[in-house]
Nanobody, 120 residues
Framework: QVQLVESGGGLVQAGGSLRLSCVASGSFFSINVMSWYRQAPGEQRELVAR???????????YPADSVKGRFTIFRDNAKNTVYLQMNNLKPEDTAVYYC??????????WGQGTQVTVSS
């Protein structure tokens, strides 16, 4: 079992920055990929970025280049933590952000989510 706890969300003005954190506890050794998803009101949950255990990263390109160059995902394996650094935030980034961990056994775990609100 893996437990995920997100933090770092809040209210920020457009152009501002936030850093989200996701601390994993439990069988962290079994985790292969960690990701950040977001879900805006009335929308489906969507992938924002992911990072593998070896450090390979992927950022969503839908809508085109929506987060590339603004968001950075990185992890600290010693702290069992994955981060999402979000710069130059836009109102359309407003959503609940969820941490996801995928184990080598194909089991997905989710955090409770953290609200990010960007005002114009």
């Amino acid at each position: 079992q893996v437990q995920l706890v997100e933090s770092g969300g809040g209210l920020v003005q457009a152009g501002g920055s936030l850093r989200l954190s996701c601390v994993a506890s439990g069988s962290f050794f079994s985790i292969n990929v960690m990701s950040w998803y977001r879900q805006a009101p009335g929308e489906q949950r969507e992938l924002v970025a992911r990072i593998t255990s070896s450090g390979t990263t992927y950022y969503t390109d839908y809508p085109a280049d929506s987060v590339k160059g603004r968001f950075t995902i990185f992890r600290d394996n010693a702290k069992n933590t994955v981060y999402l650094q979000m710069n130059n935030l836009k109102p359309e980034d407003t959503a609940v952000y969820y941490c996801n961990a995928l184990s080598t056994y194909g089991i997905a775990y989710w955090g409770q989510g953290t609200q990010v609100t960007v005002s114009s």
